[in-house]
């Protein structure tokens, strides 16, 4: 009999004991899953009939087949490694775009090692839309955007000079 993983989470069907498919979702893109191909197009044509009965429309053709290897989705891609595991990442051209952007800002820093450091803002913004893309997949990076964030927000009023916005108290 199979004994249990402590250190793997999944979803097991109750009356059959198998993994169990599941969709998730991104904007209007709907990915389904399960441990079969007839289970996950099952899941997939339950999931089409729900969203038709609440008046969206799901074009089938434009549906995805259901592979082991579906390729990237959503600005991310799922490699499973039999004797490692699954492991989430992004595409090689993303992932050097991301390394190009973060190069560009450190070698754009002042090499005196003052303060005062200057970027485009207009391209500060569409770096900034594209790495929110970027942590999707790698979260870990989500702080590090906040701070950009603040950067670039800090010049509107209601702002501390870190760029959080003011609380209601701080307002008063």
């Given at each position: 009999?199979?004994?249990?993983?402590?250190?793997?989470?999944?979803?097991?069907?109750s009356s059959s004991g198998q993994?169990?498919?599941?969709?998730?979702?991104?904007?209007?893109?709907?990915?389904?899953?399960?441990?079969?191909?007839?289970?996950?197009?099952?899941?997939?044509?339950?999931?089409?009939?729900?969203?038709?009965?609440?008046?969206?429309?799901?074009?089938?053709?434009?549906?995805?087949?259901?592979?082991?290897?579906?390729?990237?989705?959503?600005?991310?891609?799922?490699?499973?490694?039999?004797?490692?595991?699954?492991?989430?990442?992004?595409?090689?051209?993303?992932?050097?775009?991301?390394?190009?952007?973060?190069?560009?800002?450190?070698?754009?820093?002042?090499?005196?090692?003052?303060?005062?450091?200057?970027?485009?803002?207009?391209?500060?913004?569409?770096?900034?839309?594209?790495?929110?893309?970027?942590?999707?997949?790698?979260?870990?990076?989500?702080?590090?955007?906040?701070?950009?964030?603040?950067?670039?927000?800090?010049?509107?009023?209601?702002?501390?000079?870190?760029?959080?916005?003011?609380?209601?108290?701080?307002?008063?």
């Amino acid at each position: 009999e199979l004994q249990p993983d402590p250190s793997l989470a999944f979803r097991v069907d109750s009356s059959s004991g198998q993994l169990a498919a599941f969709f998730t979702t991104y904007v209007d893109d709907v990915r389904s899953g399960g441990p079969s191909e007839d289970i996950c197009v099952d899941a997939t044509h339950q999931v089409a009939c729900r969203i038709n009965y609440l008046g969206q429309q799901d074009a089938a053709r434009k549906r995805r087949r259901v592979s082991q290897e579906p390729g990237p989705w959503a600005g991310a891609m799922v490699i499973a490694r039999p004797d490692e595991g699954l492991f989430v990442t992004c595409a090689q051209l993303k992932w050097d775009k991301t390394q190009t952007i973060i190069k560009r800002w450190l070698d754009s820093r002042p090499l005196t090692g003052g303060v005062d450091w200057m970027l485009d803002r207009i391209q500060l913004e569409k770096d900034r839309g594209f790495l929110v893309h970027i942590t999707r997949t790698f979260t870990s990076a989500v702080p590090y955007l906040r701070r950009i964030h603040h950067t670039l927000e800090s010049w509107r009023q209601g702002r501390t000079e870190e760029g959080w916005k003011f609380s209601p108290n701080e307002w008063r």
